[in-house]
């Protein structure tokens, strides 16, 4: 069965790569429209999306192969608040600020289309881990913001690089605060797949 990625992240190609799939990448390009009103909802709502509209256009491309689409959506949340990815540096540094010093969650939801023998099924589910963070003075977070580094990722950060030093610990699943909780995909996949 062909894997396709729904997604232009490089640290999602990184992971699954990393779990020894093959796979293609096909980025969806829909307008993202959240209508949950909790986290763990909205994040699978976006992942279905990225997932279904890929899952729709290589069906009518390629009728008849098997295929499995993986869609993912990642944000990080603050006092129940949604962070996505910062509009400009000053919305960087306002989530920095928010987040120095203090617990917060990430959530990724993942949504498995799989197009078998002209049927569809769909799997979605999602991950979530609570990040703590160590306080970072206003000079700390101003140079990590010029780094650009924070602008392209949910909360204005990213645990596997430069950010690092400030995490003070996490509770759960690293890979899902990277952006793919690989260890439940694997173990979804094969269920799902199997059926």
């Not at 540094?93 to 203090?102: E, N």
């Amino acid at each position: 069965m062909k894997i396709i990625l729904a997604s232009a992240s490089p640290r999602r190609r990184e992971l699954l790569t990393q779990m020894g799939l093959e796979f293609e990448v096909r980025p969806s390009c829909g307008e993202e429209v959240i209508t949950k009103e909790t986290p763990a909802e909205a994040v699978m709502e976006l992942a279905e999306q990225k997932a279904a509209e890929v899952a729709g256009l290589t069906a009518q491309e390629r009728p008849g192969e098997d295929v499995l689409v993986i869609g993912a959506d990642t944000v990080v949340v603050k006092d129940h608040q949604i962070l996505g990815k910062p509009k400009d540096e000053t919305d960087a540094v306002r989530m920095l600020h928010g987040l120095s010093g203090d617990v917060h969650q990430v959530y990724t939801g993942v949504c498995l289309i799989a197009l078998q023998e002209g049927l569809q099924r769909t799997r979605t589910f999602y991950e979530s881990t609570d990040v703590h963070f160590y306080p970072m003075t206003d000079q700390e977070i101003l140079d990590y913001v010029k780094t650009g580094d924070p602008m392209d990722k949910a909360g204005a950060y990213g645990i596997q690089g430069l950010c690092g030093k400030y995490i003070r610990g996490i509770e759960g699943d690293y890979n899902n605060v990277v952006g793919l909780p690989i260890a439940r995909l694997y173990h979804e996949m094969k269920d799902f797949i199997k059926k």
